[in-house]
């Protein structure tokens, strides 16, 4: 049974993420180069993409998958057909020209020494505004030399899934091929390699979380948690992210990712 808007405004307040109060909107130069860039890169590179059909056309969603490359968020953004606006570290703003193009595409820089907490209410803000965020569960790119490349998720992405329970997390799997394609280290893509990219079935918190496959709570449930005192309640909390961000982890890896 589905959970009440009550209860699922409550799992919301829960969560404890709220936005810097600043509006969010798409940069101009960003709306442009989204019109322009997917069918030059298309037609530059040999890239197959699968399950177009489940992108949310409008609307806020979050977009996650595997990161293998520093050509992952291109082919995100590429699959999607819409502008997202990515987690990423502080490093891809400190130099010219990436400084330049991370900021004037809306990019959010997270600070790893302040446990993310700026990028996090800045992603609230995109959220907030209707827009697309992106982020790589894994946290960063995958530094593996051999399979499986996948590693481990880091909860933060399913906190924003739970402050917004009703907007559609959507998998995209990069299954084959981007590795090869831009190799650890590499300066210039190998453009002749094939890459296969497959988009899963959107899925909302608030459905997962009243799945007896996935969260298996209740309205019960979320009422004797609100009862509870804050240890408690971070406490439980922390396990729903950590079995949300487990199951994602492992949907990503059933779909293809190496």
């Known amino acids: ?36 860039v997917p069918s030059l890169l298309r ?26 490359s520093n050509l992952d968020p291109f082919l995100k953004i590429l699959a ?18 990436n400084r330049f193009v991370m900021i004037s595409t809306g990019q959010i820089e997270t600070f790893r020494e302040s446990g ?33 490349f996948l590693q481990p998720g880091k909860t933060g992405f399913s906190r924003l899934a739970a402050k917004f329970p009703n907007v559609p997390v959507v998998p995209i799997i990069i299954s084959i091929g981007a590795r090869e394609f ?17 988009i899963d079935d959107p899925i909302t918190f608030s459905e997962w979380a009243a799945s007896k496959d996935g969260g298996a709570i209740d309205d019960e449930w979320v009422e004797n948690l609100m009862s509870s005192g804050s240890d408690s309640i971070d406490r439980e909390m922390r396990k729903l992210y950590r079995r949300f961000t487990d199951q994602l982890i492992e949907t990503i890896r059933q779909r293809g990712a190496p």
């Open 1 to 36: 049974m589905a959970l009440s808007e009550a209860s699922l405004s409550g799992i919301s307040n829960c969560v404890g993420l709220e936005g810097t109060g600043e509006a969010f909107s798409t940069p101009i130069i960003y709306r442009f180069l989204e019109k322009y």
């Open 43 to 68: 037609s530059v590179t040999n890239v197959s993409i699968r399950g177009a059909h489940k992108i949310p056309k409008n609307g806020a969603a979050i977009f996650c998958g595997n990161h293998l």
């Open 182 to 198: 831009m190799p650890p280290g590499s300066t210039l893509p190998r453009l002749w390699k094939k890459i296969e990219v497959d």
């Open 116 to 148: 993310g907490k700026d990028a996090l209410a800045r992603a609230v803000d995109v959220i907030e505004s209707g827009g697309c965020l992106g982020i790589f569960p894994e946290g960063t790119r995958s530094r593996r030399t051999e399979r499986p």
């Open 80 to 97: 999607a057909q819409r502008p997202i606006h990515f987690m990423a570290k502080e490093g891809h703003f400190q130099k010219q020209p």
